[in-house]
């Protein structure tokens, strides 16, 4: 019998916006506010004749830092969690699943909305902001290395290239796009919405999900076939 996966130790990196949150913090944001010129911005970033950080950044200069409470305010209160993220986090506590958080949003709504979860700092990878200006401006702690071309901003094949093949089993979980290259790189995909069109048109192995009940099925399921 050769060594196979069940000696490596199964890390989870997963998604934030769409994917522990039901809807995307950023677009919600945004549109709640509605500065004048952001519709121009988002199709730009989506259509990808900008990088999501030169997107992502735009959008939010549209805001005077002056909204800051309102902004905070409502980010949090706008968020809903997708249904069985607590019982997903115990179980990978139980199944001693180091369990990350790979997030293309910002600090402001990420932690606080993540607060309740009591996930390890150091395992929650988001972008920043500053509201010393006149208007918000996102700050950028986690770029694409040298093996992204991407312009990121917050690069989650950067972090997944830190946890080596060799020693891990690589899980992403996400819901868009910006999951894709992550994606590519991982043993297994969890996907849903754009993800999984994505995985489809280019062939890449993927499980669909809709709640983290999903996950917990899938993963539990995968240990006793094997
Ligand atoms: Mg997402
Ligand atoms: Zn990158």
């Given at each position: 019998m050769?060594?196979?996966?069940?000696?490596k130790?199964?890390?989870?990196?997963?998604?934030?916006?769409g994917t522990?949150?039901?809807?995307?913090?950023?677009?919600?944001?945004?549109?709640?506010?509605?500065?004048?010129?952001?519709?121009?911005?988002?199709?730009?970033?989506?259509a990808?004749?900008?990088?999501?950080?030169?997107?992502?950044?735009?959008?939010?200069?549209?805001l005077p830092?002056?909204?800051?409470?309102?902004?905070?305010?409502?980010?949090?209160?706008?968020?809903r969690?997708r249904?069985?993220?607590a019982?997903?986090?115990?179980?990978?506590?139980?199944?001693?699943?180091?369990?990350y958080?790979?997030?293309?949003?910002?600090d402001?709504?990420?932690?606080?909305?993540?607060?309740?979860?009591?996930?390890?700092?150091?395992?929650?990878?988001?972008?920043s902001?500053?509201?010393?200006g006149?208007?918000?401006e996102?700050?950028?702690?986690?770029p694409?290395?040298g093996?992204?071309?991407n312009d990121?901003?917050?690069?989650?094949?950067t972090?997944?290239?830190?946890?080596?093949?060799?020693?891990?089993?690589r899980?992403?979980?996400?819901?868009?796009?910006?999951?894709?290259e992550?994606?590519?790189?991982?043993?297994r995909?969890y996907?849903?919405?754009?993800?999984?069109t994505?995985?489809?048109?280019?062939?890449?192995?993927?499980s669909?999900?809709e709640?983290?009940?999903d996950?917990?099925?899938?993963?539990?399921?995968?240990?006793t076939?094997?």
């Amino acid at each position: 019998m050769t060594q196979t996966n069940t000696t490596k130790k199964r890390i989870v990196f997963c998604d934030f916006d769409g994917t522990i949150t039901v809807n995307d913090n950023i677009i919600a944001i945004i549109k709640h506010f509605n500065p004048e010129g952001w519709e121009r911005i988002a199709e730009q970033t989506i259509a990808q004749e900008i990088s999501i950080k030169d997107g992502v950044g735009q959008l939010f200069r549209l805001l005077p830092s002056s909204m800051q409470e309102e902004v905070i305010a409502f980010s949090i209160s706008n968020a809903r969690i997708r249904e069985g993220f607590a019982e997903f986090l115990a179980y990978c506590a139980e199944q001693h699943i180091e369990f990350y958080v790979t997030s293309g949003g910002i600090d402001f709504f990420v932690y606080p909305i993540l607060e309740a979860f009591h996930i390890p700092i150091d395992h929650i990878y988001c972008n920043s902001s500053d509201f010393s200006g006149d208007r918000i401006e996102i700050l950028w702690p986690n770029p694409c290395d040298g093996n992204c071309t991407n312009d990121c901003g917050m690069c989650k094949t950067t972090i997944m290239r830190r946890f080596p093949p060799e020693q891990y089993e690589r899980i992403i979980i996400g819901d868009s796009v910006t999951d894709f290259e992550g994606a590519k790189l991982a043993d297994r995909v969890y996907s849903r919405s754009h993800l999984t069109t994505k995985c489809k048109e280019l062939g890449l192995a993927h499980s669909k999900y809709e709640t983290f009940y999903d996950i917990i099925q899938s993963m539990s399921n995968e240990r006793t076939e094997s």
